[in-house]
């Protein structure tokens, strides 16, 4: 079946532009998350869904960065007045959460994210 | 606070040859699972192998196996017969269902590959 799915793959902005990038989990994958990963370091956790509610946003990591889901599927994270700090690939994850379908998460191909 | 560590940030092996890669964490929880993730040059972060902390038996997929020592809270990942394909970042990561369902990662080994 499909897997995760996110656009745009590469965006190029200028500073202080607002950017939105987007999220397709797998179908039926109740739980989402949003990663910030900068040039070859970790993965630096961000915000988790679990259906359209985000229980966790600790890891936003100023008030201009928000995100959204609705319809317990597709999620848009969104960047105000992006700065160059922003720069970095953003993966998006999904998970069945639990049961037969275990915990672990399955990742999209990420959104490389240029502020120039 | 629960905390995966990578003592190793890179490393390098011949193909076909055996390669190990240590992670370790720290938890208070009982119940919990273990994740390694490869995340090769195209950047798409795959699962590799998972562990439940409840079962004794080390998982095993393919090439790859693990030595999990609960006692002494060590998720180790073996490579056998290590191929250029292999070649990629690899993450540890941990995460204890119905607490918060957050994945914490290690800040991942970077293997290398040699022809």
């Known amino acids: 079946g499909a897997g995760v799915s996110q656009s745009p793959s590469n965006k190029v902005t200028e500073k202080g532009k607002d950017v939105e990038l987007r999220c397709d989990p797998i179908?039926?994958?109740?739980?989402l998350y949003w990663y910030r990963q900068s040039l070859g370091q970790g993965l630096e956790f961000l915000i988790y869904?679990?259906?359209?509610?985000?229980?966790?946003k600790s890891g936003l990591p100023s008030d201009r960065f928000s995100a959204e889901r609705t319809g317990g599927s597709v999620s848009t994270l969104t960047i105000q007045r992006t700065q160059q700090e922003d720069s970095a690939v953003y993966l998006c994850?999904?998970?069945?959460?639990?049961?037969?379908?275990?915990?672990?998460?399955?990742f999209g191909p990420g959104t490389r994210l240029t502020v120039t | 606070a629960q905390t995966v560590t990578q003592s190793q940030p890179e490393m390098s092996v011949q193909e076909a040859e055996t390669v190990t890669l240590s992670c370790t964490y720290d938890?208070?929880?009982?119940?919990?699972?273990l994740f390694w993730y490869k995340q090769p040059p195209s950047r798409q972060m795959i699962l590799v192998i998972r562990?439940?902390?409840?079962?004794?038996q080390n998982a095993t997929e393919n090439r790859f196996s693990v030595n999990f020592q609960k006692a002494a809270k060590s998720f180790s990942l073996k490579i056998s017969d290590s191929q250029l394909g292999d070649t990629a970042m690899y993450f540890c990561?941990?995460?204890?269902?119905?607490?918060?369902?957050?994945?914490?990662f290690g800040k991942g080994t970077r293997l290398h590959i040699l022809p």
């Open positions: 990561a941990f995460m204890t269902p119905n607490r918060d369902d957050k994945i914490i």
């Open positions: 994850a999904s998970s069945p959460r639990g049961g037969r379908q275990g915990y672990e998460q399955y």
């Open positions: 938890t208070s929880e009982s119940n919990y699972y």
């Open positions: 869904f679990q259906g359209n509610s985000a229980p966790d």
């Open positions: 562990q439940e902390a409840y079962k004794q």
């Open positions: 179908s039926g994958h109740t739980a």
